[in-house]
């Protein structure tokens, strides 16, 4: 009898400390893009801002304090930091109310991680493993995050260039250290159907095993049976 086996990872655990501070992070992103697109309180606004960037530098350290580092974790806490860059980038770029982002720094976030969140889903289905987010990534947020906050206080225009080149060419770096580890990744594992293949010679070799014991004894039967007559 043939067995069906998934290609994607079994990601464990998901109800943990740090996890529930990743989906805090994701839930925060509602109301800071309303408020960007509104041009909304500006308490609100740092504070909420201040809260979600927290969240990215506690979830991690929580997850090791804890011993709580899952696979579930190594998904969110990567499509939270990028759901939260397209959002805010986004609505910088687009919205009606000065200053905003320039679209081809738009371009460059929203490209950057759409490619990454594909790559990452396909390894995850390709190798049965979930990568975890490279330092270069965490730092390109951070540089975001600082360039979002000098829009939000209407910065002079030098600090927010300094804010977006310094941004701009952490994404950049990012891409191309998460480009090699996903190379190395696929040719560390072999393809699916490889896989299925070496599953199902395996499970032919277990199935058919028990068959060889049971014709063992008939045959010997018949040969003692033959024997006496």
Known sequence: MSTTTSVWPDLGRF??????????RLVLVVPITVLLWQDGSLG????????AIMTDWFDGRVARWTQTVSEWGKVIDPVADKFAAIMTVSVLTFRPAEPTLPLWFFGVI????????????????????????????KAASLWLALTV????????????????????????FSFGVYLVRYLNAIRRSPPPSDRSAQDGRSSETTETSPEVDETGPSVERSLSISSLL
């Not at 609100?44 to 809260?51: A, P, S, Y």
């Not at 206080?153 to 927010?160: E, G, N, S, Y």
């Open 15 to 24: 109800w943990t400390a740090a996890n529930a501070l990743s989906l805090t």
């Open 44 to 51: 609100w606004l740092l504070g909420l801002t201040v809260v």
């Open 149 to 172: 906050l000098a829009v939000i206080l209407r910065a002079d225009q030098p600090v927010i260039d300094v804010c977006l080149w310094m941004a701009t060419g952490l994404f950049v």
């Open 110 to 137: 929203v490209g950057r991680d759409l490619l990454i969140l594909a790559g990452g889903a396909w390894i995850a289905k390709r190798s049965g493993k979930v990568l975890m987010s490279a330092w270069a990534g």
